[in-house]
């Protein structure tokens, strides 16, 4: 018996559970909002996540890197199924982050779609995704 693995995503010392996100989204149904696909494309630097990509190496402060991104799989991810946008808070005001769905922008952005149907979750709930 294999235990499933858990969907995670780490963003500098933080990891957030999106398993956990998928459940308070089951759990609290909200509307759907579109998110642009240009925006999270260039915070993420998915231009550079291509097959011909000769150019120096790369680490990104999010997202994935050419070492562990497959284009072929991404092409294939399902672009009616909401990304998961959380919502941080700071001294400055409240910050969205992308923690689930950067196959769903890259093929988006590929195919020239203008936005994603996305689910934001709230702060507290953001909290409650965030391993401390």
């Known amino acids: 018996m294999t235990i499933p693995s858990r969907q995670?995503?780490?963003y500098g010392g933080w990891v957030?559970?999106?398993d956990q996100a998928m459940r308070i989204l089951e759990e609290h149904?909200?509307?759907v909002e579109q998110t642009s696909v240009a925006d999270w494309s260039a915070?993420?630097?998915l231009s550079l996540l291509r097959p011909d990509y000769d150019g120096p190496s790369w680490c990104p402060i999010f997202?994935?890197?050419?070492?562990?991104f497959s284009v072929e799989h991404a092409m294939r991810a399902d672009l009616d199924q909401p990304v998961i946008i959380a919502t941080l808070e700071f001294d400055s005001g409240p910050a969205r982050l992308l923690i689930d769905g950067v196959l769903r922008m890259y093929r988006a952005m590929t195919e020239?779609?203008?936005?994603?149907p996305a689910h934001v979750l709230t702060v507290a709930?953001?909290?409650t995704v965030r391993a401390h």
């Open 8 to 10: 995670m995503f780490k």
């Open 16 to 18: 957030f559970d999106v």
């Open 29 to 31: 149904p909200r509307a």
């Open 43 to 45: 915070a993420y630097h």
């Open 63 to 68: 997202g994935p890197d050419q070492s562990h």
């Open 112 to 116: 020239g779609r203008p936005t994603l």
């Open 125 to 127: 709930e953001t909290a």
